[in-house]
């Protein structure tokens, strides 16, 4: 099990910064989950679905994020502004 675990967020340990412009962002809000798209990317995704990761908190910095261990995803902000999703495992 943990090395299912491991196989699964040594991938997402990965930062995303997505560049998307403010019509279509991408910035699902804390509760939800994402899961990897592709080798840099990330999707909303159902929190039942196999490597889906919960959004536990949203910070601008990931030195923030409760749990250092697990991944999380950089937003592009307009400005420079960052926003860090700070993720964990959704079934646990």
Known sequence: MVAA????AVPLGAVWVFTRGSDGAFSPEVGTCVKQSGSTGAIEAQCNEAGAFRV???EDSAD????KSQPHIVLAGNGGR???LCL???SG
């Open 5 to 8: 675990l491991l196989l699964l």
């Open 64 to 67: 923030k994020c409760a749990d």
């Open 82 to 84: 960052n926003e860090v």
């Open 56 to 58: 536990e908190s949203k």
């Open 88 to 90: 964990k495992p959704a």
